[in-house]
């Protein structure tokens, strides 16, 4: 597939380098041609001097070929801008846009526009691993009515199956963080200490799992 990328910040360059790793071609567009320093000089892709909403420069980073857009500068307005350009004039449905104002991401979430929060993302990981109840969810989708959840279990939990962890909060494992390393785990894979589980649950229910979690699982 074939991506575009607006701006080439260390998020933006990051994101190029990563897609490229996972066999996309990838282009990526920014004012300042020294911000393409960033990419390396391993990186194969295109790198185009402009803004992401200027139709030309779209045109000429590939957008016509593209299967996905990502808007990561640092403006609000302009990420969602050429979001907007890249759906309405050229198509691309597999669009995201990063946004500084929580305000904003969650308005655009409800029009349809996916929208990334990057400080407040940054600020609930960091939350959530000091505190020993997860103050917010690290997603919810924009209805409010489901939510992944990364909550901290007692240590009685360990050595526990997913599958008797799902069965133990009624909640769905969707991806198990360990020694760094993301992966989704399969039923028979054990809880390890210092594992981080992402649980999938209806947002009514949060109260309900984070109290089985904090407990020791009861036996059978």
Request: aromatic share 6%; with cysteine.
């Amino acid at each position: 597939m074939h991506v575009v990328i607006m701006g080439c910040g260390r998020v933006g360059a990051t994101l190029a380098r990563g897609l490229e790793r996972y066999g996309h071609t990838v282009s990526v567009i920014d004012l300042d041609v020294n911000a393409f320093r960033r990419l390396g000089p391993d990186f194969q892709g295109r790198t185009v001097k402009g803004v992401g909403f200027d139709k030309d420069v779209l045109v000429k980073a590939g957008i016509n070929d593209a299967g996905g857009f990502a808007a990561v500068s640092s403006g609000d307005n302009s990420n969602i801008l050429a979001v907007r350009v890249v759906r309405e004039r050229f198509g691309v449905e597999n669009v995201a846009a990063r946004v500084y104002d929580q305000g904003r991401a969650d308005l655009y979430e409800k029009l349809g526009i996916p929208a990334v929060a990057a400080v407040r993302w940054t600020a609930v990981e960091v939350m959530n691993r000091l505190m020993d109840t997860p103050v917010v969810p690290a997603w919810r989708d924009p209805s409010g009515l489901t939510m992944v959840a990364a909550p901290h279990f007692h240590p009685g939990w360990v050595g526990q199956t997913m599958r008797a962890i799902e069965q133990g909060t009624q909640a769905r494992v969707v991806s198990l963080m360990r020694m760094g390393q993301g992966r989704v785990p399969t039923d028979d894979v054990l809880l390890q200490d210092g594992d981080v589980l992402y649980l999938s649950l209806p947002t009514a229910r949060a109260d309900e799992v984070y109290g089985a979690v904090s407990a020791a699982p009861a036996r059978h």
